[in-house]
């Protein structure tokens, strides 16, 4: 398959530092970063900030030999930075306003837990896709804050407790399927 032959190309360039490779991935991926920023209340200094955290925190991931992207080296990266810049913002939330001070503990504090989410953010995903298509699809809905009774009419369910109980039902389904996979545990312990 070409476009996993070019994902991997990308990889090793981040991995190696092939300049070629990694002008490409911004070329690629930086804009939709900084449209993503720009939405989400920041500015480009935000956009490239999250962008250097992201591509740091892949790379150091990217060096395990058993790591490996299911999805497109562009998606999968722009989740990353899409997660970075929640955190981001979660923390500016926070956060007292002070004068700039560069901490090299508290940076690598946040590649940490950036990482620790993506990984629980991956876990997530991939018992998503395996709990059934119906059941991804009122969850769907679910997460997006759909109206039960928008959700019963587009599903064809008889009433808003119907939904209720099949997201119940849906919900306990994946976070059964979480919860028996033991990085689930590994990442709970930490």
Known sequence: ???????????????????KG???????????????????????????????????????????KSFTISSSFEGYLFTICKNVWRREVKIRKNRVTNSVVFDPLHEEREIALAAYEQEKWELFQEKLISISENCRKILGYF???????KIAKELDYATENTV???????KSKLKEAIQSDSRYKELKEL
């Not at 939709?32 to 999250?50: M, N, Q, T």
């Not at 997460?143 to 009774?149: D, I």
Request: glycine content about 4%; charged content about 30%.
């Open 164 to 170: 209720r109980q099949r997201i119940f039902k849906c």
């Open 1 to 19: 398959m070409i476009t996993q032959k070019h994902d991997d190309y990308l990889l090793q360039s981040l991995i190696t530092g092939n300049e």
């Open 22 to 64: 990694i002008k490409e991935i911004y070329g690629k991926v930086y804009p939709k970063v900084l449209a993503y920023i720009y939405k989400h209340d920041g500015i480009e200094d935000d956009a490239k900030d999250v962008m250097q955290k992201a591509l740091l925190q892949l790379s150091l991931r990217a060096q395990d």
């Open 143 to 149: 997460f997006n804050k759909v109206p039960y009774s």
